[in-house]
């Protein structure tokens, strides 16, 4: 990155700022606390986490590339879920398209594309629509549909169940004769299963 915000400098250690917070209202200390700190989550993770898949909707027609970083962030497993997730409401118009979407994806589709390669959502008990029609290409005909019209109260509803289903998750090995398995990107990124 060749310029840095100095938040950036701060969070990664390379700018020292002193301040007096004894001179500072209560919540003034607790906003800038906040405000450096809490994006981290544990020892760091979330921030940059949050900033690979952000990165995701500028990689074009590479990005389902076997040794691109989309496939770098599927193989962080159930770790990657709270991020993608969080990035499902990004409406960030990409020039990446992909069979199940007629127009180009948007930065939150390609964070659900990479969600569903890591855990099955239910998208049913989720929104309580039922798409159950698939078409030529093998994609759930209206998926992108629903996304597309209704992409923050999906983001909330994804968020709902994880917070409810999250813990509860199994993790399942591809059998040998499964699809995925005969997708080579997994093998490559060493992903042998996933969450169901």
């Not at 159930?78 to 990035?87: E, G, N, R």
């Not at 629903?146 to 591809?174: D, V």
């Amino acid at each position: 990155m060749l310029f840095e915000s100095n938040v950036d400098m701060l969070r990664r250690g390379s700018l020292r700022l002193t301040i007096d917070a004894s001179r500072m209202p209560q919540g003034i200390r607790c906003a800038l606390l906040i405000a450096l700190f809490q994006p981290y989550g544990v020892a760091g993770q979330g921030v940059d986490l949050r900033s690979e898949i952000r990165g995701l909707a500028g990689l074009g027609d590479s990005l389902f590339a076997c040794d691109s970083p989309y496939w770098k962030v599927i193989a962080k497993g159930k770790d990657a879920i709270p991020a993608l997730i969080h990035a499902v409401g990004d409406t960030t118009r990409t020039s990446t398209y992909h069979a199940c979407k007629t127009t180009p994806l948007r930065a939150g589709d390609i964070a659900y594309l990479a969600l569903g390669e890591i855990v099955a959502v239910p998208f049913f008990a989720i929104t309580h629509h039922q798409l159950c029609v698939m078409d030529e290409n093998d994609c759930m005909a209206g998926l992108f549909d629903y996304i597309e019209k209704h992409r923050s109260g999906f983001q909330y509803q994804l968020n709902s169940w994880y917070s409810k289903e999250g813990p509860t998750l199994k993790w399942y090995r591809f059998s040998s004769n499964d699809r995925k398995v005969l997708n080579r990107c997994y093998g490559l990124n060493e992903i042998h299963g996933m969450y169901r």
